[in-house]
């Protein structure tokens, strides 16, 4: 028998407040989409002015960020020609996403979910995952 840790509903209430905290810091109206541990949509947000074709990107960052278990810009730099991971971005129905912006959210070293920022690039989506997390963890207490 597993027992699995998992964001709820108002957990990713919270992680959406920090990542729009973060990029009304930032100025940028961003896409935030937050996932349990499996990969599937538990909530998602787009700010006045998010770009519509961030939407998708942003849910493929958080699935990639649960399931692979890895920020997906790590696997940016792990998907390259010779290397091998090379293509990984094409499994999972094309829902891998290789673009900066997605992390996992972990609590006591263990995967409870995923978040995916899309709208700047993919350095700016990067930095507000971060503080979406680290808004997070303040926020509850948690830690990872």
Known sequence: MLNIKRLSFDEAAI??????QKAAEMNIPMCTAVTDE???LIKFDRMDGGKVSSISIAIDKAFTGAVARKG??????????GKPTFGIHMTNGGHFSIIGGGLPVVVDGQIVGGIGIS???AHEDQICAEGAL????????MKA
Request: with cysteine; hydrophobic share 30%; charged share 10%.
């Open 72 to 81: 997906t810009h790590v696997y940016n730099e792990l998907c390259q020609p």
């Open 15 to 20: 992680l959406i407040a920090g990542a729009a």
């Open 134 to 141: 680290a808004y997070f963890y303040e926020k509850t207490g």
């Open 119 to 121: 709208s700047g690039t």
């Open 38 to 40: 499996s990969g599937h």
